[in-house]
């Protein structure tokens, strides 16, 4: 059904509990979250071990949780004290259930300033390694762990005497109580278990999830997916469904589920603006298409895209009217469906916690499909977020259980106005070739020499500069290729990739010999920041 306007920013959703996802896990770890950065990490070991996770507000209720089975807790750290005034307090529903606990760091303090116990500052701030040995050895905690191990500590306080009930299990030069217990299988752990610099964290949390809570590890990717397809069953019943797909992994991953759960239902959506790489739009048509035989519109809009740039070269022009352009399409293509009832998008976990801590508003959880540019303002449709649930690995591995390629599913980001922000100055047709023959050669020495995984992003930039060169006797004047390559975390900041000089040399002698007008190559060596990954 597609609505004359009503002036929202983003396709809207009829309710936030009728978003497609997995509502009610059988079994459950809930992350209690006091602004830790460590939150979506200590989140995220507990998924690798198997036990489904989700991190939950220091001021939900009971009732806003129960549907996921919790089977135990884990108090995240934070950056505050317990004895200041407002400081952030677990609620006590996790102490009335008789769930098992884990505080980590704040949340070991916090739990130790509930149930009666004291907490101090520390003489000196700990921060960095230390040695933790066991007071006695038995522990549950502890199972098959060695006496003494190497953590993680980061912390301003500590706890002078445990609450009722518990001991200390474990100490450090600096620190008496570095782990205490009682024997309701509440913990509190004075270290990080969730960071790599605690070489034991796993093995600890595991203890916890498997020997405290009991849980079975009901996580998988195969439950996951069978689980899914139930609830985007339920969810759909008979209505209609469109996807688009920016050949990005999140898309595809979310469309595949679809595809599976409700077949010829759904209609995928693919614009090819003219701007992808080289290749990606057949990719696309191929793996859809062909291999899953789902409904494609395969939109040819380059002409569009490049009419609509002709001349223009401020950058956030660009992205604007690639951005409206899209919509025009998009919306074109999805009324010639008829009636639709659902939008599938890719939206994941860390989009959801962020907005969700950012903005409590059920707007604010609408993602706006940042590959592909926003949808139709007016388009009423509910949502199908089959990936709302999950890491960005885990919708990795759930693209290559449901037979996606390595190459979609492991892809680098690409940003949604695609090579128009490589291409320094105006668009044409003549220069995205140019550009998509040396970012050719660049994506295939940095695959071949087993680079693409181990850099964030590789391609190579349109520079608007001419420089002069030699080919024989004949003088040159050509175009300037820049090779950006960048080793990233989470694209906020970026370091450039130190590509092997014998690398850099076959791609500058390829670039320079195989694509016509181009005479020099260089190599961008700036971070983030200063620089931006991209160069526009
Ligand atoms: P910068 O260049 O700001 O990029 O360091 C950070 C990350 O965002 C991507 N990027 C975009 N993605 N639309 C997108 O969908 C855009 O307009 C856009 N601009 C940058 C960039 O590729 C990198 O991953």
Redo the contacts with the bound molecule.
Sequence with gaps: MVNPGTGHNSAPMESPEGVTHLTSPRESVLVIDFGSQYSMLIARRVRESHVYCEIVSHGSTWESVAHLNPRGVILSGGPASVYEEGAPLAPQWVYDKGLPVLGICYGMQVMAHQLGGSVKPAAKREYGHAVMHQCSSGNSIFDALPESMQVWMSHGDHITEPPPGFAALAYTDNSPITVMGDDRHRYGLQFHPEVVHTPQGKAIIENFLYKACKCEGLWTTGNFINESITSIQDRVGTGKVICALSGGVDSAVAATLVHRAVGDQLTCIFVNNGLMRRNEPEQVREVFEKHFKANLIYSEATENFLGALQGVVDPETK?KIIGEEFIRVFDEEAAGIGEVDFLAQGTLYPDVIESETSDNTVSAKIKTH??VGGLPEHMKLKLVEPLRNLFKDEVRNVGLELGLPEEIVHRQ?F???GLA?RIIGEVTYDKLEILRAADAIVMDEIRSNGLYDETW?SFAVLTDTRSVGVVGDLRTYGHVIAIRAVTSED?MTADWARIPHDVLARMSSRIANEVPDVNRVVYDITS?PPG???WE
Excluded: F, V
Aim: charged letters at 20%.
């Design positions: 992205r940042h590959n980001p940003p949604g106005p922000i992003q694209a983030k931006t990954i991209e």
